[in-house]
């Protein structure tokens, strides 16, 4: 992919508000995926194009086995595109190797999922430090980062607490700690609060929109809530294997 791919693609108007280089964080272009099963084959994404800049929070909207998380599986380096092209960064990774696409993953996405998958022997803090460890960070950098992304997310007073010793809210926001640890370009989540009471939903989505902005992350969040996908800077609605621009 080159980066003449890139320059026609328009800015969205959060991308300019955001500040953000011509070059956007993430780009799709005719990615297809189908699975081979008995009697044929079952096609799942059919010629999906998006652009996503940096600081730019979209919506991924649409009915359950539309190929939402197929599509972030893609986008995370998680599984590989039948045909087309994926660029995280400016750089062609369709085609990178298991090794290349795993350093890809640690070092460009962060992932949240509806469920935080916190270790629950290690605090708040240990489980922001150790994909940084993971990612050859020293161990007092990595603690000093961790303290620095928990607090932003309003979580100064918990860093020692066990998982089983915060609330669902808590241990999401140590979740969106962790999946940001690293640095990443991309933030990819599915259903990030569809584990949550409404209210704590809320606030919780409210801090993680907030926090990619701030960021300049890019981020693409699938999601059921309209209301919360109308609060983003654009929705994009998965139908039939394909993307509809709302």
């Not at 003449?4 to 005719?30: C, E, T, W």
């Amino acid at each position: 992919m080159s980066d003449a791919s890139y320059s026609d693609a328009a800015y969205s108007q959060a991308a300019v508000a955001a500040g953000a280089p011509l070059q956007p964080a993430l780009i799709l272009r005719g990615v297809t995926r189908r699975y081979e099963q008995a009697g044929g084959w079952l096609n799942v994404l059919r010629g999906v194009d998006l652009d996503i800049y940096p600081g730019e929070v979209v919506a991924l909207v649409g009915p359950s086995g539309a190929g939402k998380s197929t599509l972030l599986h893609i986008c995370g380096l998680l599984d590989r595109p039948t045909k087309g092209a994926v660029g995280i960064g400016g750089k062609d990774v369709s085609k990178l190797d298991d090794k290349q696409r795993t350093g890809m993953r640690r070092s460009e996405v962060g992932f949240v999922y509806q469920f935080h998958h916190l270790l629950p022997e290690f605090s708040a803090l240990e489980n922001v430090v150790i994909p940084q460890l993971i990612a050859g960070r020293r161990r007092r950098d990595a603690e000093a980062h961790a303290e620095k992304l928990l607090g932003k997310l309003g979580l100064s007073e918990r860093v020692k607490h066990r998982p089983s010793e915060m609330s669902g809210g808590e241990q999401q926001r140590v979740a969106i700690a962790r999946s940001v640890a690293n640095n990443p370009r991309l933030l990819l989540a599915d259903e990030p609060t569809g584990n949550l009471d409404p209210e704590t939903s809320d606030i919780v989505f409210e801090e993680l929109i907030d926090f990619a902005r701030n960021e300049g992350l890019a981020a693409l969040i699938a999601t059921h809530n309209i209301t919360l996908a109308q609060r983003m800077d654009r929705i994009v609605e998965m139908s039939r294997g394909r993307l509809i621009y709302l």
